[in-house]
């Protein structure tokens, strides 16, 4: 089993950045890749960012050029830098980590972004 805690969200203006961090503990082993999703008020989760474990970047089309997602291996980290918020980027974000033949979500973190 794997557990994730994310932090970082919160209430910030349009044009503002935050940065989320995600922490994953337990038996960590065969790391497919790990990132973030996010579920907007009335929508379906989507995909935000992730990485894979040999460095592989995905992007959804809405947040490349202001979101930048990273890791911290040794210390079984993930992060995601959010530059140029937008009101439409106002949702629950959600640590997502895939290894061997399991995924884990995280609790999620309340982002609001204020026009």
């Known amino acids: 089993q794997v557990q994730l805690v994310e932090s970082g969200g919160g209430l910030v203006q349009a044009g503002g950045s935050l940065r989320l961090s995600c922490a994953a503990s337990?038996?960590?082993?065969?790391?497919?890749?790990m990132g973030w999703y996010r579920r907007a008020p009335g929508k379906q989760r989507e995909l935000v960012a992730t990485i894979t474990g040999d460095g592989g970047l995905n992007y959804a089309d809405s947040v490349k050029g202001r979101f930048t997602v990273s890791r911290d291996s040794p210390k079984n980290m993930v992060y995601l830098q959010m530059n140029s918020l937008k009101p439409e980027d106002t949702a629950v974000y959600y640590c997502?980590?895939?290894?061997?033949?399991?995924?884990?979500w995280g609790q999620g973190t309340q982002v609001t972004v204020s026009s």
């Open positions: 337990g038996r960590i082993f065969s790391i497919n890749a």
């Open positions: 997502w980590w895939s290894q061997w033949r399991d995924t884990y």
